[in-house]
């Protein structure tokens, strides 16, 4: 057995393809996998994702399969879902013309040469034969595979004028493979790199989150910066292109925090409007900015204030990464990170409610009054319900009488 068929039988979702490609083939139609997957595995690396692709049309493939989702039918687009697994199946295609940047106005379904040749990369054009066990490269993909060489399928300006998000893909998969662009392609994302400007929101925050989260993520943002991408995206960037590392980021945002992080206010906003992120996001960026731009405020809090700030993940966050990159709050971090493990990393129910002070307080009055039993509970100058109403008989004294 090839490696390439053991590290794609080593996929969770392998059983789940075979039993799409018996289907299909005991029907008579061809069934290869596609893309990223061949790509991956002639690397050495298992794919996220398995891809069918078939010369069965959307309506043959629904009616072979019991359970199948329409994601995109019109081109050929189908999901079959086998055994807890969810496997998209594609037509073999050829793609009409473009008008918007972003999709054809039409498919015809077509040959496994003709759906290699209208996609975006070499490398990215591979098919494996099921049936053969081998791989199916119509546009010398495998070479440029061995290169570490990044190529336009066909003449680079047509692809990128065709879907204006490959322009920013080039990037991502030069950093996302650590390869090196070929010059000809290079060129023209420098010639076309304005056309950026007309990708959607979503589509530019989601190829921002791959790039961010590639293994040459410098690569990736200094083809970004050379090519133009940077100056119509993010010029504040040019002012300092550095990646310090993603210090352990698991979500999207979180990485982009990091790609936001020397901006000024202004900046930061009109980069989190740019890339369409949902309100909590948002805040939970916009949290991490404020903390990392003058920690001294946060660390001048008392400790109940600056344990009530951590249930944030914004604030969380930002303190996680000062911690990791040796920032001089880097003791009182891990002081602080100690008191919030003793409390189960949770905010306890507070010994007092609105209940125990209504008729005795008002107004503004009455939030600043738990507030501050909270903070001394968490500081465990209150440590019981009755330790803490003798303190608010006191409390409410101090108040009446000054």
Known sequence: MSEVQKILESHPHWSAVEAIYHRLQAHGYKAFLAGGCVRDALLGI?????????????DQIEGLFEKTVN?????????????????EVATFRTDGTYQDGRRPE??????????????????NALFYDLGTKKVLDFVNGEADLRQGLLKTVGAPERRFQED??????????????????????????????????TVSGERLRDEMGKLLKSKAVSKALKVMEDSGLMAHLFPFRLRDNRWKGSFGAKSQWQLLSLFLRQTTKDELLAALRLLKLSGKEQRAIERSWELWQDPTNFFA????????????????????????????WQKAITDLFKEWNLWHQKIPAPFLSGDDVKGRLTGRAIGACLEEALELQLERKLRSRDEALQWLKEY????THG
């Open 46 to 58: 298992q794919a996220n994702d398995l891809d069918v692709a078939t010369d069965a049309s959307p």
């Open 71 to 87: 994601v995109g039918k019109v081109f050929g687009v189908m999901r079959v879902l086998v055994g807890g697994a969810d496997i």
């Open 106 to 123: 039409g498919v015809q379904f077509s040959t496994p040469e003709q759906d290699a040749e209208r996609r975006d990369f070499t490398v």
């Open 164 to 197: 204006h998000l490959r322009l920013l893909r080039a990037a991502r998969f030069v950093g996302q493979l650590d390869f090196v662009l070929d010059p000809q392609s290079f060129e023209a994302l420098k010639k076309m790199s304005s056309l950026v400007k």
């Open 301 to 328: 809090m008392n400790l109940g204030k600056k344990l009530q700030k951590l249930p944030d993940e914004g604030t969380l966050w930002s303190l996680q990464v000062l911690d990791l990159e040796g920032s001089p």
């Open 396 to 399: 409410l004294e101090r108040e």
